[in-house]
T-cell receptor, first 114, second 114 residues
Framework: AQSVTQPDIHITVSEGASLELRCNYSYGATPYLFWYVQSPGQGLQLLLKYFSGDTLVQGIKGFEAEFKRSQSSFNLRKPSVHWSDAAEYFCAVGVEDSSYKLIFGSGTRLLVRP | DVKVTQSSRYLVKRTGEKVFLECVQDMDHENMFWYRQDPGLGLRLIYFSYDVKMKEKGDIPEGYSVSREKKERFSLILESASTNQTSMYLC?????????????FGPGTRLTVT
């Protein structure tokens, strides 16, 4: 069965520091992978997605993610974190059937120190 | 811009009440989804619909039902609300084209059952 693991429940970084949020997936075929962000009190917003091709994907707000098939990972990175990046981040994998469902990880809450 | 709206941001209901959560999207999306979000569990799919009057159970359908009478509207129904259904409920929609999994989310409804 497909699954997504985000091993870090909380991460705290200082403003201006680099960030990496981990995501591992379990899926038999080539996955469709996503990162979403949820600001407090808001719905989810798509940061970036990987379907095929270049394994380094650029997203909005200066985020990028790298697909590594050998490690079954899709880690999210940002070179310099801003205070406004404090939010919860969800990794998701697309289920390749007629439902087009997404399987979400449990989320990582990012706290930013001033 | 895609817009997914949910009828209430906050809702307080009593145990045993019948509860309706409404979701409307304005992008002519075929697929619509209802998730519940709980701390540490991420998003779990309750029900989804890929066409008018069509519905499919997700991972946690017990205690819920849905209705989709019009393409743009997808309702989640709690037949007899219980305290363990206190949660954040998120609606999402997407196109039903091959390989398209990007889901657009509403702001969520925080339901408290007392």
């Amino acid at each position: 069965a497909q699954s997504v693991t985000q091993p870090d429940i909380h991460i705290t970084v200082s403003e201006g520091a680099s960030l990496e949020l981990r995501c591992n997936y379990s899926y038999g075929a080539t996955p469709y992978l996503f990162w979403y962000v949820q600001s407090p009190g808001q719905g989810l917003q798509l940061l970036l997605k990987y379907f095929s091709g270049d394994t380094l994907v650029q997203g909005i707000k200066g985020f990028e993610a790298e697909f590594k098939r050998s490690q079954s990972s899709f880690n999210l990175r940002k070179p310099s974190v801003h205070w406004s990046d404090a939010a919860e981040y969800f990794c998701a994998v697309g289920v390749e059937d007629s439902s087009y469902k997404l399987i979400f990880g449990s989320g990582t809450r990012l706290l930013v120190r001033p | 811009d895609v817009k997914v709206t949910q009828s209430s941001r906050y809702l307080v209901k009593r145990t045993g009440e019948k509860v309706f959560l409404e979701c409307v999207q304005d992008m002519d999306h075929e697929n619509m989804f209802w998730y519940r979000q709980d701390p540490g569990l991420g998003l779990r799919l309750i029900y989804f619909s890929y066409d008018v009057k069509m519905k499919e159970k997700g991972d946690i359908p017990e205690g819920y039902s849905v209705s989709r009478e019009k393409k743009e509207r997808f309702s989640l129904i709690l037949e007899s609300a219980s305290t363990n259904q206190t949660s954040m409920y998120l609606c999402a929609s997407s196109f039903r084209e091959t390989g398209v999994y990007e889901q657009y989310f509403g702001p969520g409804t925080r339901l408290t059952v007392t």
